[in-house]
């Protein structure tokens, strides 16, 4: 090993890609643990971290080239040692000046004064906060007036967080490619318009409201105009995922649909809101679409909502089926609590994207207007390589045998369908056709039908969802 060059010991440690692996490695002498520590550049730790920040120092002066640190709490106990305090991130912010990437999870004892210590790391550009429940608006402003090159910023759970002055501050920096803001209470769908330009450089969205907070501001959101009529540049947004969110005809986020040209993945999960003219104009703009993931709510019992024609129908999906002709993956559900005469969209709106675009997944939860017609339609779909149903109680065995005529299928995940029994794999049993077969809590299915009809077979029995 003394023989051997520089550059090609590091070509080996390059290679060795666990954390474990490159452990045990760098104990094997003493050259191979100095160019480990010059060549790691990627650091996760948590609840072994004890005492935190004198372990914390050692491994900053072990790893001068740190550029990725992940630092988690999860599953964290007092009995474990006390975690990591704002002290450690005046650590790291002195003894890592190549830190660019940062994730904190579940840190209780992060508060705003250790952001504005990592406010002087100038190449920080991703920051990821989970569940670090002292934080405010006060530290997140500091930080971003401090980091001028964040591109990549994520807030989950942090509750605290109620102003919202760092989004007027990122909007006037226009860097940030990435927002994720996942259940922070005080932070509504209004706030967004306050990014401003920021939105032209934004390719990544993902906001989610708690469900336990939505309907509780559905009617101050729906009867307040909160949202001017603006002009919203986002046309270099290729991602949009929006959960439990209220979505205002004409204004607001309803805009943010219909101008997103290079979109390739949308992700709409209980929306309140969504009319089949916000997914017709989004179809119409987003050519370039490659996955959709369609989560329709079923509680129309709001008294403000009973006048709107706020279900998606047939409409949407003809729309998506004649403009995305790129679309790979189809993912539509319906909300436990929809009747199957409430459902939305029909077999002949769902055929039509399976026949006009080349879908290659397609998974469909609780929709009652897929059933053995639809089955026998995907015996013509030339593209489908993965199906997955679930609590879709309309398929029997007559449609599921026809699985062994889809041309290329390979993965069937079947979960909590009831009108499905053993019956339904005798044409796949022994055939081999499918690389996986999953099923999960089918009551009428037993691990010993299913034997032999996959190269990889998942059975799990778990009937209490039935209860």
Not at 18 to 35: F, G, H, I, M, P
Not at 131 to 150: A, D, K
Not at 239 to 248: D, H, K, T
Not at 379 to 403: K, M, N, P
Request: net charge neutral.
């Amino acid at each position: 090993m003394d023989e051997l060059p520089d550059q090609l010991v590091w070509e080996i440690l390059g290679r060795v890609r666990k954390t474990v692996d490159r452990n045990s490695v760098s104990l094997a002498c003493k050259r191979l643990y100095e160019l480990d520590s010059e060549q790691r550049i990627c650091l996760r730790v948590g609840c072994g971290l004890d005492p935190a920040n004198e372990a914390l120092t050692s491994l900053c002066n072990r790893f001068p080239n740190l550029t990725k640190v992940e630092i988690t709490y999860s599953g964290w106990m007092s009995k474990l040692g006390k975690q990591m305090d704002d002290q450690g991130l005046l650590i790291l912010s002195g003894n890592c000046p190549s830190l660019s990437d940062l994730t904190l999870s579940y840190c209780t004892f992060i508060t705003d004064m250790g952001l504005r210590y990592l406010a002087s790391c100038s190449k920080l550009s991703a920051l990821k906060l989970n569940f670090t429940p002292r934080i405010t608006g006060c530290g997140i402003l500091s930080l971003v007036v401090g980091c001028r090159n964040l591109t990549v910023l994520h807030l989950i759970r942090c509750l605290n967080v109620t102003s919202v002055e760092w989004l007027e501050y990122l909007g006037k920096l226009k860097t940030l490619e990435d927002l994720s803001i996942k259940n922070c209470r005080a932070i509504g769908e209004g706030d967004l318009i306050k990014l401003g330009p920021s939105w032209q450089k934004l390719k990544r969205l993902q906001f989610e409201v708690d469900a336990n907070y939505r309907y509780m501001k559905v009617y101050d959101r729906l009867a307040v105009d909160r949202w001017q009529r603006q002009w919203i540049p986002c046309e270099n947004m290729e991602e949009l995922s929006l959960v439990n969110c209220i979505i205002s005809p004409g204004r607001g986020l309803a805009c943010v649909l219909g101008k997103c040209q290079n979109l390739e993945k949308i992700h709409l999960d209980m929306c309140v809101g969504v009319r089949d003219s916000d997914i017709v104009s989004l179809a119409q703009k987003s050519s370039n679409l490659r996955s959709i993931s369609l989560r329709v709510p079923s509680d129309f019992s709001l008294p403000l909502l009973m006048n709107n024609p706020l279900r998606l129908t047939d409409e949407s999906l003809k729309a998506i089926a004649q403009n995305c002709l790129m679309l790979e993956t189809v993912r539509i559900s319906f909300s436990d609590g929809e009747f199957p005469s409430f459902s939305s969209f029909t077999l002949n709106g769902i055929l039509s994207v399976i026949q006009n675009c080349p879908v290659r997944e397609l998974a469909l939860d609780h929709v009652y207007s897929f059933n053995d017609v639809g089955m026998e339609a995907l015996c013509s779909a030339q593209h489908l390589e993965t199906l997955e149903l679930v609590r879709c109680q309309e398929i029997s065995d007559e449609g599921l045998q026809l699985v062994s005529q889809f041309p290329c299928l390979c993965v069937l995940r079947l979960s909590k369908c009831l009108g499905i029994t053993d019956d339904g794999f005798k044409t796949l049993v022994g055939s081999y056709k499918l690389d996986l077969l999953a099923v999960e809590d089918c009551p009428q299915i037993s691990e010993r039908a299913i034997h032999g009809a996959a190269r990889s077979i998942s059975f799990r029995q778990d009937l209490s969802w039935m209860y």
